[in-house]
């Protein structure tokens, strides 16, 4: 088993996103530092567009995870929902 990653900047705007992604992915863990907010999960994580929507009130493209983003680890897959890390095996 592989841990996947992503890690953010760490602001107002990534805070309701990292609770979107905490509440999908249970066995997710976070990592907070002074500047940046990293999660790990074990060989998946999903991150759903409806799920960030409803921690941030409004509408979201998930392509807005960009804007913040410092780094990831895994294989990508993203759908206009979904955006999923994983390590294939």
Do not use: Y
């Not at 592989?2 to 979107?20: H, K, L, M, P, Y």
């Not at 983003?69 to 897959?77: D, P, R, V």
């Amino acid at each position: 088993m592989s841990n996947v990653f992503i890690a953010f900047q760490r602001n107002e705007e990534t805070r309701c996103i990292v609770d979107a992604i905490l509440a999908d992915n249970p066995r997710a863990t976070v990592n907070l530092q002074p500047a940046m907010v990293k999660i790990d999960a074990p060989d998946t994580m999903v991150i759903r567009r409806a799920s960030v929507e409803e921690q941030i009130g409004r509408p979201f493209n998930l392509q807005e995870l960009h804007i913040n983003l410092i780094t990831l680890t895994g294989h990508i897959e993203e759908t206009d929902d979904d955006f999923t890390l994983s390590w294939k095996h």
